[in-house]
């Protein structure tokens, strides 16, 4: 049995969404990137709703969204120049900056931490709902915790059932995989968490080169076992290599076809990788994208899939 799933179309549906997020539920919303577990950040027992239902462990820190840049200076004290200039190039977009908390954020949201991440969803029926809500709105991804992120509603409910109190369904994530997370609290920021947003964008933006992360700050989604399936997710770098890997794999193995682009790739990744569940594989073979714009988001999502087995 699953949650009722109402269409981001139905006029009725932000009330509806709004309403349970502010009774202290927990409500799956669509994003560009992929689908979210939100809850109300005013509401103590909606946060906790999402630790548990997820598996998360509490020390690790859930995105806040808001609807507009303003949600900087609404739930971070004295943002740098950094996170302002970011904030009105990119958002709405794939984006979450990392800055100083204020009192406004509770630390069950940040995992016990002095920072929050943020960012503003370009779904408009996201933004609608905070704006209707009256609050930001925490939400990680709406899947069980290290397990493959949901692009469409039919893989929340199935991931969730009836766990959640509502599922809005505003059609597949066009792109794909998470956000880009940059840390703005450092000079030069740093980025934890390559996503959709290339990182070499945001460096053009900002005019500086920005650093990789030197691991002393946890974010969403950089365990070294993420967004696995249950099949054994193997990489080569070429097709040739795949195709050598193939021969040493049991005959229920197979071949992940190439996307024609990195937007593609990105785009169905996550269908994908649960494809290969539906079909029954034990082991499945990715050709890596090349490492440099949206393909480093790529790569590291499946290098994360293939630890689980690869310790």
Known sequence: MSAPIVSHLDPDSVRRAAEILGNGGIVALPTETVYGLGASIDSASGVNRIFTVKGRPTDHPLIVHGSSASILDEVSDHPSEFARRLAVEVWPGPLSLLVPRSQRVSTSVTGGRDTVVVRVPAHDFFRTVVDHLGSPIAAPSANRFGRVSPTTADHVAADLGNDVDLIVDGGPSVIGVESTIVNTTTSPP??????????????????????????????????????????????????????????????????????????????????????????????????????????????????????????
């Open 190 to 311: 740093q980025v934890l968490r390559h996503g959709g947003i290339p990182i070499e964008d945001v460096e053009a933006l900002l005019g500086i080169s920005v650093a990789e992360s030197d691991g002393t700050v946890r974010a969403p989604g950089t365990l070294a076992s993420h967004y696995a399936p249950r099949c054994q997710v193997v990489l080569a770098e070429t097709a040739e290599e795949a195709k050598s890997r193939l021969e040493r794999l049991p005959s229920s193995a197979g071949i992940v076809e190439t996307p024609p682009s990195t937007g593609v790739y990105a785009a169905t990744l996550y269908t994908t990788l649960r494809t290969c569940d539906e079909r029954g594989w034990t082991h499945a073979v990715f050709v890596l994208p090349h490492d440099r714009g949206l393909g480093r988001a790529i790569r590291d999502r499946l290098k994360r899939a293939a630890a689980t087995f690869e310790g």
